[in-house]
């Protein structure tokens, strides 16, 4: 579970192309309604710009990889078709929430970013220089998931041992069978 959850934190900061979605406008206020049907324009042209639906088709790719990874092992006796199964229905879910995820990202740029600054992205998000760091995000994100994930046994385990000495761990039960 706890490798799900970073997984999926690693899969939105991942989303490297964004680094800024969490920051108010340069002149440090929230943008207001006035002209925010213009801002979720440039927005959208923003978010074709850097190939937003490729970026959160990996990054959910990911997510499932790592999701079905985790049932696998907590669940190893389900059968191939039964997962199967599972990921047919978790891709028509996520189909389905696809178009409210990008509606949600729409909206919550165009309250970040101002006019100015959503018109300075897309400028230079389509100057040559721009292309090239897009046409490098898919290389970026894989070589930054890839060294994270190295390091989630690490992590995971430092974070067990820590609970472990503050709340103490039970001893785990023996296996099915007798065996020790």
Not at 45 to 71: K, L
């Amino acid at each position: 579970m706890r490798r799900r959850l970073l997984g999926a934190v690693v899969a939105t900061m991942i989303l490297g192309g964004l680094p800024t979605l969490a920051q108010p406008s340069s002149s440090g206020t929230v943008p207001t309604g006035d002209d925010l049907a213009g801002r979720r324009a440039l927005v959208v042209q923003y978010m074709q710009d850097i190939h937003m639906d490729a970026i959160i088709a990996r990054t959910m790719d990911s997510v499932n990889t790592a999701t079905f990874a985790a049932i696998k092992h907590e669940y190893p006796t389900y059968s191939q078709q039964r997962l199967d199964k599972l990921k047919s229905v978790t891709d028509g879910v996520m189909d389905k929430e696809l178009p409210k995820i990008k509606a949600a990202t729409v909206d919550s740029l165009a309250d970040v970013y101002d006019r100015e600054e959503l018109q300075a992205l897309i400028e230079f998000y389509e100057s040559p220089m721009g292309r090239r760091i897009v046409d490098k995000m898919p290389l970026a994100s894989a070589a930054s998931q890839r060294a994270v994930n190295q390091m989630v046994p690490e992590i995971v385990d430092e974070e067990r041992k820590a609970v472990c000495a503050e709340l103490g761990c039970p001893a785990k039960p023996k296996a099915a069978g007798g065996a020790s």
